[in-house]
């Protein structure tokens, strides 16, 4: 009894046991998509991360700072944008000083009525 190769199967023919059924490739399209997928929600991931940057760097701030920028940043918008009755000069300017104001948590009710009418309301 000599043990040569292996037993023929029912076709008649030898199957190598040794060889390897290779799975095809995937396509190049599903690579390139799950590559773009993957940039894309990382691209996203980003934005979202720098959008609220500014939240961060507040927070990052020691108290006093916060106090002081705070300050500084509620007489300028006071001396800009209320001084001449809210008939500013500079829309864009007050616009960009209210909308920093109302991230401070010093910002109260008194504050957000003062800055209300130069932040940007949504539109259709």
Do not use: Y
């Amino acid at each position: 009894m000599s043990n040569e190769g292996t037993p023929p199967d029912e076709g008649g023919e030898e199957k190598n046991i040794f060889a390897k059924e290779l799975v095809p490739p995937p396509s190049i399209w599903l690579r390139k998509g799950t590559w773009l997928a993957l940039v894309f929600i990382s691209m996203v991931g980003v934005f979202i991360w720098l959008q609220g940057g500014e939240n961060r760097a507040l927070d990052a701030m020691s108290p006093s700072q916060r106090e002081a920028l705070f300050s500084d940043t509620r007489d300028e918008f006071r001396l800009l944008c209320l001084a001449d009755g809210g008939a500013s000069r500079w829309p864009k300017k007050c616009a960009n000083h209210a909308a920093f104001l109302v991230r401070f948590s010093e910002c109260d009710d008194t504050c957000r009525r003062e800055v209300e009418p130069f932040l940007p309301h949504p539109t259709r």
